[in-house]
């Protein structure tokens, strides 16, 4: 289960969400005003994906949908393992 929480985007100030996916084991920072995108590994700490703002948005909408998957696959796989 992913708990939300509201914060500032650390690229534009905007609210942005912190998605707190356990599960994965990560946390996702997501601004849809500028497209800021942060993925973090919470065991390692290291950076799973990073999306700095102002690229071409069809890529960026391709990029995050895959992303989107590859966490969803993460977590219905340790929810069946359980
Ligand atoms: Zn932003």
């Given amino acids: 289960m ?3 929480e509201m914060i500032r985007c650390p690229n534009c100030g905007s609210h942005a969400e912190r998605h707190h996916l356990t599960l994965a084991g990560q946390v996702k920072i997501e601004c849809d005003v500028c497209d800021y995108l942060l993925i973090l590994d919470t065991q390692s ?5 990073f999306q700095p703002p102002g690229n071409d948005a069809e890529y960026l909408h391709m990029r995050r949908k895959h992303l989107f998957i590859k966490i969803a696959d993460a977590i219905a796989h340790r ?3 359980r």
């Fill in 45 to 49: 700490g290291q950076v799973v994906e």
């Fill in 79 to 81: 929810e069946l393992v």
């Fill in 2 to 4: 992913a708990l939300i």
